[in-house]
């Protein structure tokens, strides 16, 4: 089967984020004073042959840890978000 | 003894390496394209600053999937000599031959000026021609060199005195306004356990001649030759 994986990384919450913190400083000045802990990350989407939702989920978080991601600084989240039979 | 200058697509130091190795040290220096698998007439490898990869998704985390990178490690295992500069030193942790991480600086800009930096470990191959706490002078150029390691990492970095240069102020006083880019112990240069592998942010091969501006970072080049030969010549002796 062919899985759409969607992959999220971002820093983890112990680690400064910078560009968040600025942007979140930016939203304040335009007037969303409300708006608090702003993180900015990455968005990876792929496709993947795969046996099962589960292998897929499993091999996204395998390429996470080996090279999407750097464990020391940042953390992921894999969602499989649609799967389609293969013609 | 002989030196290689690693080059990826994007490197960008890599010539200015070469040329100080050569003038610093009157030694034999080769390119070595990052699709080369064969280093092993090598004794000091050099990752050159730049932008390898373009420096797509993070600095250096392409360029530690290059072939060349395998002979790396295993040169590094030998415990034969590495050093990464600015992006060489973001290859090296990514390939996790140094603890860490190097990401975006503080401030989010691109700092690029001379730099005060305080001489932590002078008993290394690279380092044993300053003088302990010597304050020197390098300069930097990079956006993202700022230094983040958890704080167990950091704890046994500080213990096993792994930390080879501070950034200071030019009286030598490590302090926040010093730190050019948010470091963690304002450090920046590290090396492994085994003291065969340096990173380091800013650029000693820009410092090698008075002429453009200093040359602390000669003393860098010539300890390490000085190093290599006095090897050789205990290997020739055995």
């Known amino acids: 089967m062919l899985y759409h994986v969607q992959i999220e990384i971002t820093l983890k919450p112990t680690v400064m984020d910078a560009q968040g913190t600025t942007i979140e400083k930016a939203l304040h000045k335009m ?4 708006v608090d802990n702003v993180r900015i990350g990455k968005f990876v989407t792929l496709e993947i042959e795969a046996k099962c ?3 897929a989920k499993s091999a996204a978080e395998e390429m996470c840890r080996e090279l999407l991601a750097n ?3 940042e953390q992921y989240h894999v969602a499989v978000v649609e799967s389609e039979a293969v013609a | 003894m002989k030196f290689g200058v690693v080059v990826f697509p994007g490197s960008n130091c890599d010539a200015d390496c070469y040329y100080a190795i050569e003038h610093v040290t ?3 220096v080769r390119y070595v394209w990052h699709e080369e698998t064969e280093i092993g007439d090598l004794d ?5 600053g730049g932008f390898s990869y373009g420096d797509y998704l ?3 985390a392409v360029a530690r999937f290059s072939p060349v990178m395998g002979a790396v490690m295993t040169h590094a295992a030998e415990g034969k000599f590495v050093i990464g500069i600015c992006n060489g030193f973001q290859v090296l942790t990514e390939a996790g031959l140094l603890p860490g991480a190097l990401y975006r600086n503080d401030h989010l800009k691109f700092v690029c000026k001379p730099q005060h930096l305080r001489m932590e470990r002078t ?3 690279f380092t044993h021609f300053y003088s302990s706490r010597q304050v020197i002078e390098f300069p930097l150029a990079h956006g993202e060199g700022r230094y983040y390691a958890d704080p167990e990492t950091l704890q046994q970095l500080e213990q096993n005195g792994q930390v080879v240069f501070r950034y200071c102020d030019a009286e030598g006083n490590v302090t926040p306004d010093a730190n050019p880019n948010g470091s963690l112990n304002n450090i920046a240069g590290i090396c492994n356990e085994g003291g065969n592998v340096l990173g380091l942010m800013p650029h000693p091969e ?3 001649e008075s002429l453009i501006g200093g040359s602390d970072g000669k003393k860098l080049f010539k300890g390490l030759t000085e190093s290599l030969r006095v090897l050789e010549i205990s290997r020739g002796l055995r």
């Open chain 1, 53 to 55: 939702p589960d292998c």
């Open chain 1, 71 to 73: 464990p020391i600084i």
């Open chain 2, 44 to 48: 000091c490898i050099v990752l050159p």
């Open chain 2, 58 to 60: 993070r600095c250096g």
């Open chain 2, 123 to 125: 008993d290394l191959p």
């Open chain 2, 206 to 208: 820009r410092r090698c």
């Open chain 2, 26 to 28: 009157g030694q034999d």
């Open chain 1, 31 to 34: 007037g969303h004073a409300s």
